[in-house]
Nanobody, 116 residues
Framework: QVQLVESGGGSAQAGGSLRLSCAAS????????MRWYRQAPGKQRDLVAA???????NYADSVKGRFTISRDNAKNTVYLQMNSLKPEDTAVYYC??????????WGKGTLVTVSS
């Protein structure tokens, strides 16, 4: 069973930075794709960034050039470095692991609040 635990959320001023972490239990992390999603109040959950097991990355247009996803397979951890934060980045951020068998696992989320 895979468990994902996010941390690093909190409050920031517009233009500031936060770094989210997601620690995974189990032995399938290094072979799995990892994603960060976010869900703002009253809105659907959207994909923010993804990183493949091989390190290939993809980003939503809204965060390109500002956010960076990375992974440390030795620590079973994926990160999301968020720079130049905007109020519209305010949301609950969720970590997702997709295994090679296309099974999805989710963390409980961490709240990011950006004030103007």
């Amino acid at each position: 069973q895979v468990q994902l635990v996010e941390s690093g959320g909190g409050s920031a001023q517009a233009g500031g930075s936060l770094r989210l972490s997601c620690a995974a239990s189990g032995s399938i992390f290094s072979s799995s794709g990892m994603r960060w999603y976010r869900q703002a109040p009253g809105k659907q959950r959207d994909l923010v960034a993804a990183i493949s097991s091989g390190g290939r990355t993809n980003y939503a247009d809204s965060v390109k050039g500002r956010f960076t996803i990375s992974r440390d397979n030795a620590k079973n951890t994926v990160y999301l470095q968020m720079n130049s934060l905007k109020p519209e980045d305010t949301a609950v951020y969720y970590c997702n692991l997709r295994s090679t068998y296309s099974a999805d696992y989710w963390g409980k989320g961490t709240l990011v609040t950006v004030s103007s």
